[in-house]
C-alpha cells in the first residue's frame, strides 16, 4: 500500500487514463453509419441531449467508483478542438432537470415515510424521470451529435417507459429535428442497456452506441468521431422493440418469478420466436469494411477447428470480430437454432491487410443438460457450424453422446419449459465430417477424482473457540454499523472499502482479507486520514443531493458528521485514493475480446495493491434475462460463453498481482432487482445448467478465482447462500473451486425483504459451504452458535468454512 499524501494528480492515474482511453474505442459499437463519419478535423458541432454534458459515465450502487473527474463528452469534444456551439441550450435543459430531480427525491422521502422505510432503500437504483421541455434547435455548424443517455442501477428494475426504454416525445421531436437540420448527424446512445429507438432510427444514419465508458468516456467519444480510433464493439445482448421484449416468463414479480423461457434467452429466444430485432446479438459495424473466408474445417478428437481469413477491404485501420455458431439437432431435447461456440477478433488491419484466425470448439461444449438422467448429453444427429452467418460445414455424430451422472441439483420447477417448433435447413453442398461416438468417450465436464479441499492447507483449528470460529464467518461488524454495512461500506482498514474479514483472524497471525467494491473500478473513499484502527473516510458529498428532503433528525447527524469530517481535516494529514472507473461490463464485454478485460483487470490489481484491497467484489457476471434488469450494465451478456470468457479474462488480469483477487458473482440466477432481498427465481435444471451456471462454471475453470459471492435470491425455493447442491455439490464437486464462498451484503437480514420468502439463514450457510456472511453482524454469529447447538450444524463443518477463509487471509497477508 503507499501513502499518498498530494491530492495532485499521480502518474498511475496518468498512465491507467491512458490505457483506458486506447482500449475504449473496442468497447463502442457503430449500429448506423452513411459514411459522413469520421471527420477529418475539429470544428464547430451542435451538441444536444442529456448525455452531452450530464454524460454517464457507469450505473449507480456498488457498480459506481468515486473519482477524482471523468470526461463528459462536452469536454471530451473540447478537449479535441471543437467549438460547442450549444452553450444555451445545455443549460436550459439542466435547469428544467433539476427541477425533476428535486421532485424526485421530495416523491422518494413521502414513499418512504408511507412505508416506513429508508430513504436509502426506497430510493437505491431508482433514477428521476426525463424532463419535459422545448428549447430551440439553433446552434451554428454543419455537424451534430446529439447525445442520448439512460441510467439505471443497483436496488431496482428499470420501468421500461417513457424516459427509460422507450424515448420521450420531446427527445423524439430533437432528434429528428437535429437529422433534418444538421447535413452531419449523429445519434449517441450513452446508455448501459438497450433503448427502443425505432420512432427515430429510419430517419437517422448515423448511430453510435458510445456505452458508459468510465473516467475517459468524453474523449474516447471524441477520439472516434475525428477517426483517431474505429469502434470495434459488437452488441452482447439484443436490441429490440419494446413491443418485442420476450414475455414467456415472468419478470420482477415480488416473490416467485418463473423462467419459463427454458433455455430460449436472448437471441436463443428471437430465433426460435422468428421475430427481427433493432439490431441482432453480435451486431456492429466499422468505418472500414471487411471480407470474411472459411479457409479450413476439420475435426480431430472431438474438436472442430474453423480457420477463417480476414482482409480489410476498406480506407480506415481497424479490428474484427468472426463468430462461430453450432446449430445442434433437436432429439429428446428441443434445441436453440444455433449457439454460439467460439470468437476471436483480429489486430488492427491497415487497408488491404489480412489475418487468419482459428477458432476451436470442442463437440462436448454445444450438448444440452438432460434432467431426466442428471447428465450432459449430445445427441446424434447432424451439427451445423456457421461462421458470420454464412454456413461452412457440418459434423455428423452417429450416435449420442453423455457425461456421468451428476447432482440433481438446484431444485425443481412446478413448469415445464417453453417448448418452440425449430424450423432447421441444412444447406446442400456443405463439406460433413462423419464423428464416432464412441472416439468422443464421455463428456468430460466432471472429474469424478477431483473433490473440495475442506481446509486448503489448514489441519489443526483447535485453537479456536466455537464462538471465535463463527465470528470468523461473520465478518469484521459493529452492532452501530447500520445502513454503512448493508450498502457496502465497512471496512476499517480501507477508507470506504465495502468489508474486511474478523480481528480474531489477524490477531492469531491469519492476516485480514480487506474487500473493495466493483465491478467498474475501485468504489472508495477519496479522501481519509489515518486512525488507530486504519483509516477513516472524509468525503463529504455523498448526501449533498438529497440533504435537504432526509428526515431531520437524519439531516442533523450529517451534518455532524460533515463539520467533524472538516476538523479533522484541519487537524491531520489527509490522505487520498482516487481509483479510476473502467467501463461498465456490458461494455467491456462488447470489445468480444478477452485481451481488453484481463487489461482492466490487470489496472484494478495496480489500484488494490496501491491502496491496501486485495479481493475485489467483482466481476458480475449475470445474464441480461431480460433488458429491463437495473443492474444488466454490471453484466456482460445474454450469452453465458461471452459472459464467461469475459469474467476469466478480468480475473485473470486481477490475478496477476500476486496478493490480490476477484469474487465473480451473483452466484445464480440473480436477474432482476424487484424484492431482491427476497424474490425467489423458479427455474428448470436445464435453463439452470445450460444459461445461469455455464459463465460461472467457464470462469472458475479457466482463471480459478480465488473467491465467490451467492446472490440474494432464491433458487428454487431455497436461499442460494443455503444451497449445498448448488455450493458444494456443482461448485466446489463439478467445478473444483477451491476458494472462498461468501454472501451478498445483508443476505441474512430479514429486515430487507418485502415479500413471502424470510432471509437466509446462517447456520444453514455453514451447513451449505457459504463459508462468509457479509457485511456479518451479531445476529449472524449468534445464528451459527445456535446453529452448533441445536445440531443443525456440527464444528467441523464450521471448522471446515472457517478454514478456507483463513487460508485466504493467509495467502493474501
Not at 455458431?325 to 470468437?343: D, F, I, Q, T
Not at 468489508?499 to 465491478?519: C, H, N
Request: aromatic share 8%.
Amino acid at each position: 500500500m503507499v501513502r499518498i499524501d498530494s491530492p495532485e494528480v499521480q502518474d498511475f492515474e496518468i498512465a491507467h487514463l491512458s490505457t483506458l482511453r486506447s482500449l475504449a474505442p473496442e468497447c463502442m459499437v457503430l449500429l448506423k453509419k452513411n459514411g459522413d463519419f469520421p471527420l477529418s478535423a475539429p470544428c464547430k458541432i451542435a451538441l444536444y441531449g442529456a448525455g452531452a454534458r450530464e454524460t454517464i459515465k457507469g450505473g449507480t450502487g456498488s457498480g459506481d467508483v468515486n473519482v477524482r473527474h471523468y470526461v463528459t463528452v462536452e469536454e471530451g469534444l473540447e478537449n479535441a478542438g471543437f467549438t460547442v456551439t450549444t452553450k444555451s441550450w445545455m443549460e436550459g435543459y439542466k435547469a428544467a432537470r433539476e427541477a425533476v430531480i428535486q421532485g424526485f427525491y421530495e416523491g422518494i422521502a413521502k414513499e418512504a415515510k408511507e412505508l416506513g422505510k429508508s430513504v436509502f432503500l426506497v430510493g437505491m437504483g431508482r433514477t428521476p424521470d426525463e424532463p419535459h421541455y422545448e428549447l430551440p434547435i439553433e446552434g451554428e455548424g454543419d455537424v451534430c451529435v446529439y447525445v442520448l443517455s439512460r441510467n439505471s442501477g443497483e436496488g431496482a428494475d428499470r420501468p421500461g417507459g417513457e424516459g427509460d426504454y422507450l424515448l420521450t416525445a420531446d427527445e423524439v421531436r430533437d432528434i429528428l429535428a437535429c437529422a433534418r437540420k444538421y447535413p452531419k448527424f449523429m445519434l449517441v446512445l450513452n446508455v448501459g442497456g438497450p433503448v427502443d429507438i425505432s420512432p427515430v432510427l429510419g430517419q437517422v444514419e448515423n448511430v453510435l452506441l458510445l456505452s458508459q465508458l468510465g473516467s475517459v468516456t468524453g474523449d474516447a467519444f471524441a477520439d472516434v468521431l475525428l477517426g483517431k480510433a474505429n469502434p470495434s464493439g459488437k452488441l452482447t445482448t439484443t436490441w429490440a422493440k419494446v413491443s418485442d421484449i420476450m414475455a414467456i416468463g415472468d419478470f420482477a414479480e415480488r416473490d416467485d418469478t418463473r423462467y419459463k423461457e427454458g433455455v430460449f434467452v436472448g437471441y436463443r429466444y428471437y430465433d426460435a420466436a422468428g421475430i427481427e430485432p433493432l439490431f441482432p446479438f453480435g451486431y456492429g459495424l466499422s468505418y472500414t469494411k471487411f471480407e470474411a473466408d472459411c479457409t479450413g474445417f476439420t475435426v480431430e478428437n472431438g474438436i472442430v477447428t474453423v480457420e477463417a481469413t480476414l482482409r480489410n477491404t476498406g480506407c480506415f485501420p481497424g479490428k474484427e470480430t468472426v463468430q462461430l455458431y453450432c446449430s445442434a439437432p433437436s432429439g429428446k431435447l428441443v434445441k436453440p437454432l444455433r449457439e454460439l461456440g467460439g470468437y476471436a477478433k483480429t489486430r488492427e488491419l491497415a487497408p488491404g491487410e489480412s489475418e487468419t484466425l482459428v477458432l476451436k470448439l470442442p463437440l462436448e461444449n454445444m450438448a444440452s443438460w438432460d434432467e431426466e438422467n442428471d447428465c450432459w448429453l449430445l445427441e446424434q444427429g447432424e451439427y451445423l457450424f456457421t461462421l458470420g452467418g454464412r454456413p461452412v460445414g457440418t459434423v455428423f455424430l452417429d450416435g449420442p453422446v453423455t457425461s456421468d451422472a451428476l447432482g440433481h441439483s438446484g431444485g425443481d420447477a412446478d413448469f415445464e419449459d417453453w417448448k418452440p417448433q425449430i424450423a432447421r435447413r441444412i444447406p446442400e453442398g456443405l463439406p460433413c465430417i462423419q464423428v464416432s461416438a464412441s472416439s468422443l468417450g464421455r463428456i468430460g465436464h466432471y472429474d469424478s477424482e477431483k473433490t473440495p479441499r475442506d481446509h486448503i492447507g489448514l489441519e489443526d483449528l483447535s485453537d479456536f473457540s466455537i464462538r471465535e470460529l463463527a465470528t470468523v464467518c461473520a465478518g469484521k461488524h459493529s452492532d452501530a454499523e447500520g445502513m454503512a454495512a448493508i450498502i457496502g461500506n465497512s471496512a476499517s482498514r480501507l477508507a470506504g472499502g465495502a468489508g474486511e474479514t474478523a480481528s480474531v483472524a489477524a490477531e492469531k497471525g491469519y492476516g485480514t482479507i480487506v474487500m473493495a467494491d466493483g465491478p467498474a473500478g475501485l468504489r472508495l473513499a477519496t479522501k481519509y486520514i489515518e486512525t488507530e484502527d486504519g483509516q477513516e473516510g472524509l468525503d463529504t458529498d455523498a448526501f449533498s443531493s438529497i440533504l435537504n428532503i432526509l428526515p431531520p433528525e437524519i439531516r442533523q447527524l450529517i451534518h455532524m458528521k460533515l463539520q467533524l469530517n472538516e476538523e479533522k481535516a484541519k487537524t491531520n494529514t489527509v490522505l487520498y485514493h482516487y481509483a479510476s472507473a473502467i467501463p461498465i461490463g456490458t461494455a467491456l464485454a462488447q470489445a468480444w475480446n478477452p485481451p481488453v478485460a484481463e487489461a482492466c483487470g490487470d489496472l484494478v490489481g495496480e489500484e488494490m495493491e496501491l491502496f491496501g484491497a486485495n479481493v475485489w467484489l467483482a466481476p458480475a457476471l449475470n445474464i441480461h434475462r431480460s433488458p429491463l434488469c437495473g443492474r444488466n450494465f454490471e453484466y456482460y451478456s445474454e450469452d453465458p460463453l461471452i459472459s464467461g470468457k469475459t469474467a476469466a479474462a478480468m480475473t485473470r488480469g486481477v490475478q496477476k498481482h500476486e496478493k490480490c483477487t476477484v469474487t465473480i458473482k451473483h452466484y445464480a440466477c440473480n436477474n432482476q432487482e424487484t424484492n431482491r432481498y427476497g424474490s425467489n427465481s423458479v427455474v428448470s435444471k436445464r435453463a439452470l445448467r445450460e444459461i445461469y451456471l455455464k459463465g460461472f462454471e467457464i470462469c472458475v475453470k479457466e482463471a480459478a478465482p480465488k473467491a465467490l459471492m451467492t446472490s440474494y435470491n432464491l433458487l428454487n425455493g431455497i436461499h442460494t447462500a443455503n444451497r449445498s447442491d448448488l455450493i458444494n455439490t456443482v461448485l466446489r464437486g463439478e467445478w473444483g473451486f477451491e476458494g472462498i464462498v461468501m454472501t451478498d451484503w445483508g443476505t441474512t437480514n430479514d429486515k430487507f425483504n418485502l415479500g413471502v420468502y424470510g432471509a437466509s439463514n446462517p447456520a444453514l450457510c455453514i451447513k451449505a459451504g457459504n463459508d462468509l456472511m457479509m457485511a456479518g453482524s451479531k445476529e449472524d454469529v449468534d445464528g451459527i452458535l445456535t446453529g452448533i447447538k441445536d445440531g443443525t450444524i456440527t464444528r467441523a463443518e464450521l471448522e471446515t468454512c472457517a478454514g478456507r477463509i483463513l487460508a485466504l487471509s493467509k495467502e493474501l497477508s
